[in-house]
């Protein structure tokens, strides 16, 4: 059985209730694991506080050679931390390997980072005085994480953090703890103190209580859904704690008529494999000019046909299962009400002997703007076109969401890439490509998204907080 990580010991909940995770793949036992409640929490916060008082005083080249032996041990242990992410995610191999390396990624940037964190000499409005402003950690920070990346949702938080100087509780999701726990034995081979990084899980209402009440805890960094998220944005509010947000998105991809429709088709198709479809920046809605709607529909098709699902630990599968049968009901709901409101389904996939997690690829033409499809995470390998003639008309239906996380264009024609890039109400866009997440740039949403960026040179700015000295 798997223990809670607390204060740099491995230990049993004090319930001594555990629960089980599941591969959804085979629907196997993976393990169970001690599952925390409001005791447990208390005593990771406890030890996060304690080790926080000495932790924001090392120095920041020994905090970053400790991020550094952190990331290279993810690197050397890249292959086991895919197949976890494998059998307990669902994403194919080959997935999952990208996602470790973009895990990485970020503890190497953070573990550089934290040689940077510069504070500023202002300028004195006096004779004899020195004005200074100083960086300085924020404290305990609560990371509650959710399941489709289980490596990389938590090293984007846990990197700049502990590169600023404070100390971590992590709440991964119940879905896809395990991960999680084989990250913090890495982090604790690489010599991180104890209490520094803690991880508990099981009883999320319970824990998300304790950390939102929790006047010890001064940061909550949260990614998940949006009906969450808001709740534990309500619940900080009393303690008046920073709050960084990675929500919902619903993001548009619009293919123009001068697009380069074999570019665009790649990078639909590579968005839509990312973790199944099950990722916040995924490709949700798709408007294509109604000149090229039948020829790119078709190439989706074609390259649809080529997509193999099963286990994604068979190197030959490119699509894994949904996380659980909840979430493949919620997307034959979305299809159902698409189809009842005139769409026609263009292609499914047909695949035997899989079990009721797999969500088969499908495409669907014809889509109506008052479809859930047009208004809903689809979370799944579907690809839902819409069409569209005028330019203003299809950024309209784009902005016409309360999420505005990624969004994506395919054009040639370099002043409508102005126009449409001025225009989009989006934290990010992708011009012509897809990869719009690396280490060194930030990531965020606006509108209710979320609040705050995560990766780049901002990213550890929301660890810190300002300081001012007068000094007569
Ligand atoms: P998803 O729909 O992607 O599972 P959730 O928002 O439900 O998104 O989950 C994201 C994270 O939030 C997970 O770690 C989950 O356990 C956690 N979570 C869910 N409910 C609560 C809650 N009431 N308090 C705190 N955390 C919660």
Redesign the pocket.
């Known amino acids: 059985m798997q223990k809670l990580y607390i204060n740099g010991e491995w230990v049993e909940s004090k319930s001594g209730k555990a629960f089980d995770v599941i591969n959804p793949a085979t629907n196997e036992l993976i393990d169970r694991v001690a599952s925390a409640g409001i005791e447990d929490t208390i005593d990771s916060i406890d030890a996060a506080e304690e080790a926080f008082r000495k932790w924001r005083n090392v120095l920041p080249k020994d905090r970053s050679k400790i991020l550094r032996k952190f990331y290279d041990s993810m690197i050397q242990n890249r292959e086991d931390l895919a197949r976890l992410i494998v059998v307990e995610q669902g994403k194919s191999i080959h997935d999952a390997r990208i996602e470790v390396d973009y895990a990485a990624s970020f503890v190497e940037w953070f573990s550089e980072e934290a040689k940077r964190i510069y504070g500023d000499i202002v300028p004195s409005t006096k004779v004899g005085q020195t004005l200074l402003n100083y960086k300085e950690p924020i404290g305990v920070v609560a990371a509650?994480?959710?399941?489709?990346f289980p490596a990389a949702m938590i090293t984007r938080k846990i990197a700049p953090a502990i590169a600023a100087g404070c100390t971590v509780i992590v709440?991964?999701?119940?879905e896809t703890p395990l991960t999680a726990f084989y990250l913090a034995k890495l982090l604790e081979e690489s010599g991180l103190p104890k209490g520094v990084f803690n991880i508990i899980c099981g009883n999320?209402?319970e824990?998300?209580?304790t950390l939102t009440e929790s006047k010890k805890v001064r940061m909550l960094t949260?990614t998940?859904?949006t009906i969450?998220?808001k709740?534990?944005y309500a619940k900080s509010a009393n303690t008046v704690k920073k709050v960084t947000l990675e929500l919902g998105g619903n993001a548009p991809f619009i293919a123009f008529d001068d697009a380069d429709i074999a570019l665009a088709v790649q990078g639909l198709i590579s968005s839509k494999l990312r973790a199944g479809g099950q990722s916040c920046i995924c490709v949700n809605r798709v408007f294509v000019h109604e000149n090229i709607a039948s020829e790119f529909a078709n190439a989706i098709v074609d390259e649809f046909k080529k997509i193999k699902v099963g286990n994604g630990l068979d190197e030959s599968v490119t699509l894994g299962p949904l996380i659980n049968k909840a979430a493949n009901i919620k997307i034959s709901k979305m299809i159902n009400d698409a189809v009842n409101k005139g769409s026609s389904i263009l292609f499914k996939s047909d695949a035997e002997g899989l079990n009721e997690n797999f969500c088969l690829p499908t495409v669907i033409m014809n889509i109506n703007d008052t479809s859930l499809l047009y208004e809903s995470e689809i979370f799944a390998p579907v690809v839902s076109i819409f069409t569209f003639q005028d330019e203003e008309d299809v950024i309209a239906r784009a902005n016409n969401t309360q999420y505005g996380l990624a969004s994506y264009i395919y054009t040639e024609d370099r002043k409508r890439i102005d126009r449409v890039v001025n225009a989009l109400e989006y934290g990010m866009i992708g011009v012509n490509n897809v990869t719009i997440s690396t280490e060194m740039t930030s990531f965020g949403g606006i509108k209710e998204s979320g609040l705050g960026r995560e990766g780049g040179k901002y990213g550890i700015l929301e660890y810190l907080e300002d300081k001012f000295v007068a000094i007569n």
């Open positions: 509650i994480t959710p399941w489709n709440k991964p999701s119940e999320a209402a824990i998300g209580n949260f998940g859904s969450i998220g709740m534990l």
